[in-house]
Structure formats: structure tokens, C-alpha cells
């Protein structure tokens, strides 16, 4: 992995606590995201990594930290508004609108940039016109990379799987975030499509997304990632290069001490 | 002294229609437990409850003591006559589908109500007289202790049946996590049945004891129960003991409100309630923050 | 103009083309249409028809419910007839101030009810439609008690009035065009697909930037004025209103106009509309059953058909139709 040029902290993460009721799931969990790189957040089940996304992404409160992200300070924030701060993100048990069609579902991952004016939508004005063409257009290409553009009119529940896999990935993709955070996108997929994502996450890393990637699949974390952080019970057990990490001993304890998933 | 007198006099008529509010808010809770809607023909139980008092009593002519329990099972039938022909048979288990079935059920059993009984008001005969009972110089309807003791009762053997029966505990083992229960053996659909039953049984009760004195009429359980429904969320939606605070609490307040500030408005008090609980505190006095 | 170019142009325009022509259509129904009875049934249906449309916005797109529509619909039809009679106000300031007032009503309701689930706001909006229909009852002095209100003026606009079936189903069917070209614009925007994303999943839509919370207040207090437009312009078509028509049967029956066209699909609400409206005509000597009739459709088709009659069926359309054209064009979308 060659140094990139900009090595600067797009994401810091410092602090970071949430109980559920007296279970900590997430201890005072602390690490850094590089821009332009990708950072993998692994760990055995239950480890806190679901809800440190979550947390990252405004759908729970944690009780004590702080998230920045350039610059900007995440916690409190509303869901909604930390994606208009260019933060997507995909579910780890797909949140995919399976009524709507497969564009429709992406064109909704561009919903921070669709315009929020009711009265503007009502009279269908020529600027909201010119719009939608544009989002349109953008949805196409997203549908496109991601090898969807012959479902496009599918109603998204209709999909297979690894295309619904791909389809999350799309409507994370296509609003061209700064940072994206994907929560196992190659779980229950084979190895042929997992390889297609990794091509994917490679692609998107080139065009200078910052990622962070949940997962457990430790061949695609060693092979994509250029920095890793390790969760276990909350806490913050190990950080560092995918190599370095692999060899720690903690972290080895960890998985082998549970039961763990790998492709 | 006239205004004590007064005061208890709105007391003690708060305190009926309280109860009554509490047994409809507890049939509300338990089929939100198990099954987490809001049960719209809960209202129409209440209904059905006074037409089957009516029907055994003057229809059948029947001893109250035979006619009351009847009316109670044939509403706890109607229930989960409901469930099984109307909900299970449904496709989807979206919420929304799902409410708007009970909407359409409701519909259906009190079309069915207005064919059968007419849209005209009915007299049901109280259980025992209609000589009103002194008590501390207010006056007291003799059906009015009955609600207050058949409520009583009722909450007791629920306690009982909750925490000591099989059939209780796999309710609140439902009710719980229905994913769960489904692995440990328990016959979800069964328990969702008997719940409907058993949302009937209260709501039927209810019906059969306020009806002798309110009027009884094929949608008289549309008001009662949208208070009951008041009360359950004043207590803090689907807790036991929150339906009853908030019961009793809402009756009474509903009482003294009629009583000092309008009769007119009587009705929209329990409605302000409802909104100011939802605006303030939405999980009721009792509830847990955070649920909904 | 080729044939090719004429196809595109069609496909790119179909939502304007599909407009315009229905307008023409019904602009010419009354030339053939003579029977008064017959245009009133169908004014009737438009009067329906614009309530369901801003409904189904709020029900079929934005996945909530609403049992008190039909207190909307009173207020603004009890709202333009005091308006108008008790001040003398001409009746377009009546009904514009009374969908004001209408908003804020929605607004206030909806604020803290919209919060939480769906349930809590079905009953809220059933005790709504409740307080309101005691409201029109009780409150004799100014909504005439049981009896309502008569003597309502014809609606008129700068001095041009609308008067008797014929001009009143040129209004009424205009306004149901507006309604439905407004509404329509509406689902092909980003605002609308974010609605139909928070119907789907909240979380999901609040993750991809949907103001949540905010689209569902808006489309809740848009689909108030809908109603209320339309009580304005009923009150002053029949000249005569009371309260039994603004109960909660009525409301139930709205919601059922909009589930049998089909949760979501703009042109069902029209057909839920006809339907609905033309049923009791249709029942004949079965009418005294119409509520339980109208329990069992409802059930029937959520049992079946949960997304309605024509919103299910166009959905299928909508596949085999996209299917057929990609292979018959060759290319994708």
C-alpha cells in the first residue's frame, strides 16, 4: 500500500461510550480515518461495530464521545443531516425500499441533493425540472458501475441477493459521499461476487472516497483495507496496518476465543 | 356542605366511568403486546358486550347472573372470531395493513350490530335496582359498586392469570419477543387468539356493566372505547397498572371538568388529554421513555 | 414529426399527455351527458375525488393513517358557509382564510401526534374527527346544530358564479385536475420519493437525508387543505350542509376511496373515488347494508390485495410493461 499524499484524519473518532440498559457495547472506543483510504472495522460478533456505525451515523446517541468529522462535530446530530454532511452508509441486514424500483432506490440515495421545497415539487418548476434530469442521469451511471442498469425498472424486493447487496452499495455510492460506511457488504455473498465488490471498493477508493468498512471477511479486509481497527466487547483492542494486526496476538485471542466468520 | 357533597358526587361518577375506562385500556394493552397494533374492534367489543346483556336479559330473559357471564363469552368468541377469520388470514404483516383490517373488522361487526339491534337506543336493566345508595351524602348508583367490585375482581384474577397460569406467561412471553417464544415451543397464534379473546372478554364486561347506565346503542362503544383507548396511553401504553391510573385518573378528571367547567364538553376532555400526553409525554405516567 | 420522435416525445411527456387528455375527456362528458341526477352523482365524485388525492399522499406515499379526514372536510365546508353567509366574505377568501385555518389545525395535531407510530395517530385523528363532529352538533349558535346550515351561496370567482350542475362540475372537475397535476408533480420529485422512501423505512430514508419528521407534518397538513378546498366548494355546490356528513363513517370512507384505488396510486384514488361515491347507487335494496358491505371490500382487499385493486395490478403492469419495452427496444431502461 503506497503512502497516500494526503494523509490527513478525515474522521476522529475519540470516546466513544453507549450502554443499553447496563451492557456497554461500546467502551470508550477511539480511532482515526484517513482520507482517501480505507479503514476496516473488524471484530468477533457483538464486538460494537454495527453501533459504532450507527452512532457515526446519527440512528443512535451515544452516551459520551466525540465523532468529527472534517472538522465537524457528529454527535446530536439528526440522521438526515449527517448525510447532507456527505456521509452514507449501507445496512448490514439491507435497508433497500423493495417496492420501488431498483432506480427509484437509488435515485433516493440522492435525497440530500433532490431539494426539500414542497411548494417547488407542486409546480414542478423548470429549475426542479433540470434537476431531476441531472439525479437522473447520475442514478443511471451509479446503476451502471455497479452492473444493475438491465434491472432498473425491477421493483427492488424482485432482486437476488448479491444484486440487492450491489444495489445498497449503488444508492451509497451514487450521491458521491466523503465518506462512506459499509456494514458487511460481502456477508451471504459467494466468492465471485465478493471479489466483485472488492473491485468496487478498490474503484471507489481510486476516485478518493474515504471508506470505512465493516466486516468480517478477513480475506477482503486484508486485500482492500490500508488500515484496521480491531473491536472486541466494546472496546478498542488493536489498530494499526492490516499486516500488523493480523499477527497481534491480542486480536488473535479474540477471534479464536469466539466463535468467528470467515468467508 | 352542598359543595362537598358535589365534589364527591363528581368523585365518585368519576371514579365509575374510570373503571370502566381501565378494563377498555387493558384490552387495548394486551393485543399491543402480543401483537403490537392497535386494535380497533376493541371498540365495538364494548358495544357487542351491552347487546348481549340486552339480549340475554330482555331477549332471552335470562337471570343476570346467567346473562352476564354469557354476554362476556360470547364477546370473548366474537374476539378471537376476529383474529382467526379477519387477521391471521393476512398476507402481510405490515402495520399499516394490518390496523387498517381491524378499521375495516370494526366496520363489519358494528354494521353487523346496527342490522341486528337497530340504530335506536336500548334500556339494559341494571343488575340490581336503580334506587341510588347514600354514601357520605353523595348519591351512588347500585351499578356502580358493581363496576367497582366486578373490576376489582377483574384485575385480581388478571394478576393471578399473568403471573401464575401457563396461558398467562406465554402471553407476556409473546408479548416479550414472539421470535423467541416461537423457539422455546410456545404456539404463537394461539396466544395471539386467546389475547383477542381475552381483549374481548374485558372490553365485552366493560360494555355489559356501564351500558345499564349510559345509553346503549350499536356505536356506543366507539366514544368508550376511544376514552379507554385515552387512558391507556395517559397510563403509559400497554402497562397493567397504567391502565389503571390512567382509567381512573381520566374519569375523574373527565368527571370534575363536566362537573365544574362544562357538560357540553364533556367529550373533549379525554381527547385534550390524549393530545396533551402524546405532546408532553408520550409513554404516559407510567410507561418507559422510549418506547412507543 | 417522425414516428420515432413522436413515441419520445410521448414517453418523456406521458404524465402531462395523460393529464391533458383526461381533461379533455371530461371537459366534453356534459355535452353528453344531459341527466342532471347522472352530472350529480359525478360532481359528487369529483368533491370525493379531491379529498382522496391529498389523502393519498398522506396514506398511500407517506405509509400513515388518518381516520379524521372528514373533519377536515367539515371544517371547510362549515368554514366557507359561515364565511360567506354570517360575513358575506365572496366565497374564494373564504375558502383560501379556511384552509389557512384548516393548516394550522393540521399543524397542531400533527405535531406531536406524528411523532410516534401510526397507531397513536389513527386514534388521534379518530378522537379528532370526534371532537369536530360534536363541534358542528353543539355549537347551534353558528353551525345550526343537527340541522347545519342552508342557504349557502353558489361558489363565484371576480363576479363569475357556478351555479347549477353543469358549471359546478366544470369547477369541481377542474379542481380535481389541479389536485391531481399537483399531486402528481409531487410523486415525481425528490420530495415525493422521499416520502415513499419513509413509507418503506424511516431509518433508511432519515440515513439517505429525508427530513422525516418534517415531510410527514407537511404532507399531513397538505392533504388537510385538500379536504378542506374541498368542503369549501361542496358547501357551496349544495347550498346546504349538516354534520352527519363529516362524522367518522365518512372518514372510513375516505380512507376506503383511497385503499381500493390503491395505497400510492394517484389515478386509483380516482377510481376509489367513483367507486365509493356510486356504490349506495348500486346496492339497490342491499343499501341498509352498506356499512357492513363497505367493512367486508376493506377487508377483502387487504386480505388479498393489500396495496389496492389498481396500485397491484399497475405494479404488475408496470414490470411486464418495463420488461417488454426493453426487449422489444434493446435497450435497458
Excluded at chain 2, 272 to 289: D, S
Aim: aromatic residues 8%.
Amino acid at each position: 500500500m503506497a503512502m497516500a499524499a494526503n494523509d490527513t484524519a478525515i474522521l476522529r473518532v475519540s470516546g466513544l461510550t453507549k450502554h443499553f440498559g447496563g451492557l456497554p457495547a461500546l467502551s470508550e472506543v477511539g480511532f482515526v480515518a484517513r482520507k482517501g483510504q480505507v479503514t476496516a472495522l473488524i471484530g468477533p460478533n457483538g464486538a460494537g461495530k454495527t453501533t459504532c456505525i450507527d452512532c457515526l451515523t446519527g440512528l443512535l446517541r451515544a452516551d459520551r464521545g466525540s465523532m468529527v468529522f472534517d472538522g465537524r462535530e457528529l454527535s446530536g446530530l439528526p440522521p438526515h443531516r449527517i448525510a447532507r454532511l456527505g456521509i452514507a452508509r449501507t445496512f448490514q441486514n439491507l435497508r433497500l425500499y423493495p417496492r420501488l424500483s431498483v432506480l427509484e432506490n437509488v435515485l433516493c440515495g440522492l435525497s440530500a441533493q433532490a431539494g426539500d421545497s414542497f411548494l417547488e415539487a407542486f409546480l414542478r418548476t423548470p429549475a426542479l425540472r433540470h434537476r431531476e434530469r441531472r439525479l437522473r442521469l447520475a442514478a443511471l451511471e451509479a446503476l451502471d458501475t455497479f452492473g444493475l442498469s438491465a434491472k432498473a425498472d425491477w421493483p427492488a424486493g424482485a432482486l437476488a441477493y448479491g444484486d440487492k447487496k450491489r444495489l445498497e452499495l449503488a444508492r451509497a455510492f451514487v450521491s458521491g459521499p466523503q465518506l462512506l460506511l459499509l456494514d458487511e457488504p460481502v456477508a451471504g455473498l459467494n466468492p465471485e461476487e465478493t471479489e466483485r465488490v472488492a473491485v468496487l471498493i478498490r474503484q471507489m477508493r481510486r476516485g478518493g472516497v474515504t471508506l470505512v468498512l465493516v466486516e468480517h471477511d478477513m480475506d477482503l479486509v486484508m486485500s482492500v483495507s490500508d488500515h484496521v481497527v480491531v473491536l472486541d466487547g466494546g472496546r478498542r483492542i488493536a489498530e494499526g496496518a492490516p499486516e500488523d494486526v493480523r499477527r497481534n496476538p491480542l486480536v488473535l485471542e479474540a477471534y479464536l476465543g469466539k466463535m468467528s466468520v470467515t468467508a | 356542605m352542598g359543595s362537598f357533597q358535589d365534589f364527591l358526587q363528581f368523585v365518585f361518577s368519576g371514579l365509575t366511568s374510570g373503571a370502566i375506562y381501565a378494563m377498555v385500556a387493558i384490552g387495548f394493552g394486551v393485543v399491543h403486546n402480543t401483537m403490537g397494533i392497535v386494535n380497533f374492534t376493541q371498540v365495538d367489543f364494548v358495544s357487542l358486550g351491552g347487546m348481549l346483556l340486552y339480549g340475554g336479559l330482555v331477549g332471552a330473559t335470562l337471570p343476570a347472573i346467567m346473562a352476564l357471564p354469557a354476554a362476556v363469552a360470547g364477546v370473548a368468541l366474537a374476539g378471537a372470531l376476529v383474529e382467526l377469520v379477519g387477521l391471521r388470514s393476512s398476507r402481510s404483516r405490515d402495520h399499516l395493513v394490518l390496523i387498517l383490517l381491524t378499521i375495516g373488522l370494526s366496520i363489519i361487526l358494528r354494521g353487523a350490530m346496527q342490522r341486528i339491534w337497530g340504530k335506536n337506543p336500548l334500556a339494559v336493566p341494571p343488575l340490581s335496582g336503580e334506587r341510588p345508595l347514600r354514601l357520605l351524602g353523595a348519591s351512588l348508583l347500585p351499578q356502580a359498586v358493581w363496576i367497582f367490585l366486578f373490576t376489582a375482581l377483574t384485575i385480581g384474577l388478571l394478576v393471578w392469570f399473568f403471573r401464575r397460569t401457563t396461558a398467562g406467561l406465554a402471553m407476556r412471553a409473546v408479548a416479550s419477543n414472539p421470535t423467541a417464544a416461537a423457539v422455546v415451543g410456545l404456539r404463537v397464534p394461539r396466544v395471539r387468539t386467546a389475547s383477542f379473546a381475552l381483549a374481548g372478554a374485558l372490553g365485552g364486561l366493560a360494555g355489559a356493566l356501564v351500558t345499564p347506565i349510559a345509553t346503549l346503542r350499536y356505536d356506543v362503544g366507539v366514544l368508550l372505547g376511544l376514552k379507554g383507548f385515552a387512558a391507556a396511553i395517559l397510563g403509559g401504553f400497554g402497562s397493567f397498572p397504567g391502565a389503571i391510573v390512567g382509567g381512573l385518573t381520566l374519569g375523574l378528571l373527565e368527571s370534575l371538568g363536566a362537573g365544574y367547567l362544562s357538560s357540553a364538553w364533556k367529550d373533549t376532555i379525554a381527547f385534550l388529554i390524549l393530545l396533551l400526553v402524546l405532546f408532553v409525554r408520550p409513554h404516559g405516567l407510567l410507561g418507559k421513555a422510549g418506547g412507543a | 414529426m417522425t414516428a420515432q420522435r413522436a413515441a419520445a416525445f410521448a414517453e418523456r411527456h406521458h404524465t402531462g399527455l395523460a393529464v391533458v387528455g383526461l381533461s379533455l375527456a371530461l371537459a366534453l362528458v356534459p355535452l353528453f351527458l344531459a341527466n342532471p341526477w347522472k352530472l350529480g352523482v359525478l360532481n359528487l365524485i369529483g368533491v370525493h375525488a379531491v379529498i382522496a388525492l391529498g389523502l393519498n399522499l398522506f396514506v398511500g406515499y407517506a405509509g400513515q393513517i388518518s381516520l379524521g379526514h372528514a373533519a377536515f372536510f367539515g371544517l371547510g365546508a362549515y368554514g366557507s358557509a359561515i364565511l360567506t353567509t354570517a360575513f358575506a366574505m365572496p366565497p374564494l377568501a373564504a375558502m383560501v382564510l379556511t384552509a389557512v385555518g384548516v393548516a394550522l389545525t393540521a399543524l397542531l395535531l400533527g405535531v406531536p401526534t406524528l411523532r410516534l407510530t401510526g397507531h397513536y395517530l389513527a386514534m388521534a385523528t379518530l378522537g379528532f374527527n370526534i371532537v369536530v363532529h360534536n363541534l358542528f352538533v353543539q355549537w347551534d349558535r353558528v353551525t345550526g346544530g343537527p340541522s347545519g346550515l342552508t342557504g349557502i351561496p353558489p361558489f363565484s370567482v371576480l363576479g363569475v358564479a357556478f351555479p347549477g350542475e353543469v358549471r359546478a362540475y366544470y369547477l369541481l372537475w377542474g379542481a380535481v385536475m389541479i389536485a391531481l397535476t399537483l399531486c402528481l408533480n409531487l410523486v415525481r420529485s425528490g420530495v415525493g420519493r422521499g416520502l415513499a422512501a419513509l413509507a418503506e423505512d424511516e431509518v433508511s430514508a432519515a440515513a439517505m437525508g429525508v427530513n422525516v419528521r418534517r415531510g410527514k407534518i407537511v404532507v399531513f397538513t397538505v392533504s388537510a387543505v385538500f379536504a378542506s378546498v374541498a368542503g369549501s366548494l361542496f358547501a357551496h355546490y349544495l347550498g346546504t350542509i349538516t354534520p352527519d356528513t363529516f362524522g367518522i363513517f365518512a372518514s372510513i370512507d375516505l380512507l376506503l376511496m383511497v385503499v381500493i384505488g390503491g395505497m400510492g396510486s394517484l389515478w386509483g384514488s380516482l377510481a376509489g373515488a367513483a367507486f365509493i361515491t356510486v356504490l349506495p347507487h348500486l346496492l339497490g335494496p342491499l343499501e341498509a347494508y352498506k356499512e357492513i358491505i363497505h367493512g367486508l371490500i376493506l377487508v377483502g382487499i387487504l386480505l388479498v390485495l393489500p396495496r389496492g385493486l389498481v396500485a397491484d395490478m399497475a405494479g404488475l403492469a408496470r414490470v411486464r410493461l418495463a420488461r417488454g419495452w426493453s426487449a422489444l427496444t434493446g435497450r435497458p431502461a
